[in-house]
């Protein structure tokens, strides 16, 4: 379950003052945010933030709150949209884009980094984060990198900030009952885990359990651990940095030593270029194959 954006940040890329959306709370029923137990906070999901975002267009083309309170994500939508067709709608904040993170990361603007990495994951929910921002940007922060336009520890500070934006992320999601697990890992020589914590929380947004035992994993302990949490499927991540030889020998290993009900997983940019896989191995590495080869855990969980 997805828990939300604080209040100042839904504010923020809302255009909103606080005081209204507590007002709304109160006077409309909406929105709803949730309350942590124990706590004074509201934290808002996805949809409403995204609810919120069109009224508040629809409030800066004249309607008035009572107008449109009652009315669906897609009404008001329909809405503001007939209404500007054309006209640039003043809206909340935009959203950053990987070209303008990458001029963030050139400057050293770390903070900016975070506040856009924040607001953009609040905006667009957790799944279009990973999707269609944070896998576009390592892949171009590695081009710009090989290409010589960024330093090693400008690459190193966007892995950084991007991992601890998706562990934030997926520690507010709970497993529901009888998801399947997957765990997730790299074998011995591949270092690169930042794929596998976008799988992880891509999974957990897919009704899955990720388990996740980070870089350089020995194959029988990688097996081990599919065993011991009773593991529908493992994931292992392979770029092509790491040495195809070992690479191809580690998950021979793995292949032999899994269960044979635990599905074998390959993705990562290294996956499709390291020739001939054991039988049993299938290659994952697009978010299409990854959806395909999750519906198929969770049919035989
Ligand atoms: C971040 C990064 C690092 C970080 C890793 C930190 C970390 N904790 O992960 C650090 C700095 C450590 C690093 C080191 C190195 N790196 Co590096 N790195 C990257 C970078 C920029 C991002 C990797 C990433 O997360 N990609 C995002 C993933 C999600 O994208 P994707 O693979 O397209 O993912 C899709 C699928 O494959 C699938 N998927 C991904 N993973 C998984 C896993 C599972 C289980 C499943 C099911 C699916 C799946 O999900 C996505 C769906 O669309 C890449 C650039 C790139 N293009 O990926 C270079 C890159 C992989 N690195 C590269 C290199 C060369 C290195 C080094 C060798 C550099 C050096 N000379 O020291 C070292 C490795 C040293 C070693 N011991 O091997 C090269 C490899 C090219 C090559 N031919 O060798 C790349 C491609 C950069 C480049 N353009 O040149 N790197």
Redesign the pocket.
């Known amino acids: 379950m997805e828990l939300g954006s604080s209040i100042k940040v839904v504010s923020e890329l809302t255009g909103l003052p606080l005081g209204t959306l507590r007002a709304w709370e109160r006077r409309y029923g909406f929105p709803q945010p949730t309350r942590p137990e124990g706590t004074n906070r509201r934290l808002y999901p996805s949809e409403q933030v995204e609810r919120l975002r069109l009224v508040a267009r629809a409030l800066k083309q004249g309607y008035r709150p009572g107008d449109v309170m009652s009315l669906s994500s897609a009404q008001v939508l329909a809405l503001v949209k007939s209404e500007t067709e054309d006209r640039a709608a003043p809206r909340g904040r935009a959203i950053a884009d990987v070209p303008a993170l990458l001029d963030l990361l050139v400057q050293d603007d770390v903070k900016r980094i975070e506040d856009e990495l924040r607001l953009a994951a609040a905006a667009l929910g957790a799944k279009r984060f990973v999707t269609e921002l944070a896998?576009p940007l390592?892949?171009a922060?590695?081009?710009a990198?090989?290409e010589g336009k960024l330093a090693?520890r400008q690459?190193?500070v966007m892995?950084e900030c991007l991992?601890t934006k998706l562990r934030a992320l997926l520690s507010s999601h709970e497993a529901d009952e009888g998801a399947p697990l997957v765990v997730?890992a790299t074998l011995p020589?591949?270092?690169?885990?930042?794929?596998?914590q976008?799988?992880a929380l891509y999974a957990a947004l897919s009704a899955a359990k990720p388990r996740l035992l980070g870089?350089n994993t020995p194959a029988a302990q990688v097996a081990a651990a599919a065993r011991a949490f009773g593991a529908h499927a493992v994931?292992?991540?392979l770029?092509?940095?790491?040495d195809p030889v070992s690479a191809r020998q580690g998950l021979k290993s793995l292949a032999r030593a899994l269960p044979p009900t635990v599905a074998l997983?390959?993705?990562?940019?290294g996956?499709r270029g390291l020739g001939k896989l054991p039988p049993r191995a299938e290659v994952?590495?697009?978010?299409p194959t990854?959806d395909l080869?999750l519906a198929r855990a969770r049919k035989a969980s």
Not at 189 to 196: A, V
Not at 284 to 287: L, R
């Open positions: 896998q390592a892949v922060v590695g081009k990198w090989s090693i690459e190193h892995t991992t997730l020589g591949e270092p690169h885990t930042l794929g596998l976008m799988v870089a994931g292992i991540a770029t092509p940095a790491a997983w390959v993705g990562g940019s996956a994952v590495d697009s978010w990854l080869a």
